[in-house]
């Protein structure tokens, strides 16, 4: 198996998604065309303590590679432990967590509070990269604190000389949340001068949107986040697009058969008594751009199990 991670435009990834980039998930999304996966973030003092929640969000098996695990911690020492544990588990790539703009998070230093302690957040890389190898190692970050300090191109150099092997960037402040618009022109600006790939995140709603993106800023590659929870297909049509194919089709037998691809997948590789309350989540995302969409949102939002929830998609199949 080619070890270095697939970084090409034709080589989309799936995000580091909290809550949702589970086993089942990863595996559905690399079904429709995602060549790279993260797992959700993951404290790195709870793996230290190997919590069971931690032992959880790590579930994965031989077909779901190459495997990105994202951590995130606020000091070099448990970044430096919970490398070391998840390399005794025989995970090879990882990810730095300097996004998450959650203030449960950012209140005790991690995510994107980091971009605060730039000299910290490069110590964490090249730690990380000293551990696990110089291409197995990236970053996802924002572009700063907020707009008065934007760091995103000061940390370019520093971060490929710590070692980092791949820049993620989601081009927004941390005090923007999720609000406005991502900044693709920073992408590019960011492509300009990094010596290492870099990955786009942001405002990939619809294949259209990653086409775009790669052509405007000539990023390496793109990660689908929001997009994929609302289409997990997305990555595919993403291809046809970049590959002159015509696209899936966007029928409601269609959405069926993704629904009920979503709901297999659950049944098979999770261990979640959650499961069913996470698929109450997901399958309203993926039917919301059918019509009808609201009524059966209500009638999948009480569904209790698995079976109730195939029968309440039956409709479906007959309208
Ligand atoms: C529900 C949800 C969970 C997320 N969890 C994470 C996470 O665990 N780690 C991370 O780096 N980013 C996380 N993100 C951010 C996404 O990976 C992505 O960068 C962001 O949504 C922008 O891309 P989009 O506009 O195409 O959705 C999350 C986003 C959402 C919506």
Redesign the pocket.
């Known amino acids: 198996m080619n070890d270095s991670l697939p970084l090409g435009p034709d080589q989309p990834w799936l ?6 980039s589970d086993l089942p998930f990863r595996l559905l999304c690399r079904t429709w065309g995602c060549k790279a996966a993260c797992t ?2 993951i404290s790195a003092k709870g793996l230290v303590y190997s919590t069971e929640n931690t032992m959880h969000l790590l579930r994965t098996c031989s077909r779901d590679f190459p495997l990105i695990v ?1 951590i995130y911690g606020s000091d070099v020492i448990s970044i430096s432990k919970a490398m070391d544990r998840l390399l005794e588990m025989g995970f090879k790539y990882f990810d730095l ?1 300097c ?2 703009a959650v203030k449960k998070v950012t209140r005790t230093g991690s995510g994107a509070a980091l971009l605060k302690n730039p000299s910290l957040l490069v110590d964490m890389i090249a730690v990380m990269a000293e551990k696990a190898g110089r291409s197995n190692v990236g970053i ?1 970050m924002r572009l700063g604190w907020n707009n008065d300090n934007p760091v995103y191109l000061n940390l370019a150099e520093p971060l490929a000389g710590a070692g980092a092997g791949w820049i993620t960037l ?1 081009p927004r402040t941390a005090v923007q949340m999720f609000s406005g618009r ?1 900044d693709w022109l920073a992408l590019k600006k960011l492509k300009e001068i990094s010596k290492v790939p870099v990955v786009a ?5 619809t294949a259209e949107d990653a086409f775009k993106c790669v052509k405007e800023t000539g990023v390496d590659t793109v ?5 994929a929870l609302m289409d997990p297909s997305i990555a595919r049509r993403y291809l046809n697009l970049l590959q002159g194919r015509a696209d899936l089709p966007r029928s409601q037998i269609f959405i069926h058969k993704l629904c009920m691809q979503t709901i297999a997948n659950y049944r098979r590789f999770s261990t979640s008594p959650r499961a069913a309350l996470k698929l109450r989540s997901l399958l309203p995302r993926i039917i919301r751009c059918l019509p009808g969409a609201r009524e059966l949102r209500q009638r999948i939002i009480k569904c209790k199990d698995w079976k109730e929830m195939e029968d309440a998609l039956i409709v479906l199949q007959g309208r």
Not at 15 to 20: D, E, M, N, R
Not at 201 to 205: H, P, Q, R, T, V
């Open positions: 995000a580091p998604l909290a809550g949702y959700e973030m994202q967590n996004g998450c996802k989601h991502a995140s942001g405002d990939l709603y990660m689908f986040a929001r997009g």
